[in-house]
């Protein structure tokens, strides 16, 4: 992994939403909670302005983080995150520990490449429809992905491309999968021309008897 993320974080003493509005209002400060593990969960404050700056890397929604807290480190990675829905303040983060050799659940981003040379879009006359951005994975802290690619190179029109086709680093697992072939779901589908199939459908059949 070539990123590394680090915050800081200070203890939150004071609770409710009174004191989470003075917070963010007159300290610049964002609540956040900590929690997972064997550990009681624990409520902190980090700077408002780390966290956006973090927020720009897409690495940090699916990374291993260093929050520092006081005297004492958490490895950490970000399990949910409350936005205000007209401003651009983050409300609130949840932070859930992980260790190296224990497996949790997460999602990370997909990325689909070779759009562009796509056999079935550049040869077939097709479209790509994306039918998931993201996977829940599970997996180490030391074998977390940044994000999982999507090969879309050699896929032809009239193909569905299944989390089953994809190729999860060493250590990965689909949640999905894990629960049975039925819940293999679509993760993109190369859509045929319009018209093709009505084309093929409208095509003269031989006549009967014909020598």
Avoid: W
């Avoid at 260790?99 to 997909?110: G, R």
């Amino acid at each position: 992994m070539s990123n590394e993320f680090t915050l800081n974080a200070e203890i939150r003493e004071d609770m409710g939403k009174g004191a989470s509005r003075r917070l963010r209002r007159l300290e610049n400060l964002m609540p956040a909670i900590v929690y997972g593990g064997k550990k009681k969960p624990v409520n902190v404050t980090i700077p408002h302005k780390d966290m956006v700056k973090a927020l720009e890397n897409e690495a940090f929604y699916s990374h291993v983080i260093t929050l520092n807290i006081g005297e004492k480190t958490e490895t950490v990675i970000l399990k949910d995150l409350q936005r205000h829905p007209a401003k651009a303040i983050i409300m609130h983060a949840d932070f859930l520990r992980v260790s190296k050799t224990k497996k949790f659940t997460t999602k990370v981003p997909l990325h689909f490449i070779n759009e562009d040379t796509c056999i079935g879009v550049k040869m077939q006359g097709g479209n790509i429809l994306h039918n998931m951005t993201e996977l829940e994975i599970s997996c180490t802290a030391a074998n977390l992905p940044e994000f999982i690619e999507v090969d879309l190179a050699e896929v032809e029109a009239g193909t569905i491309v299944h989390i089953s086709d994809l190729k999860l680093p060493k250590g990965v697992t689909s949640v999905a999968l894990s629960h049975g072939a039925d819940y293999d779901l679509a993760v993109a589908t190369v859509n045929k021309k319009k018209g093709a199939a009505a084309d093929e459908d409208d095509a003269p059949a031989e006549e009967a008897g014909e020598e």
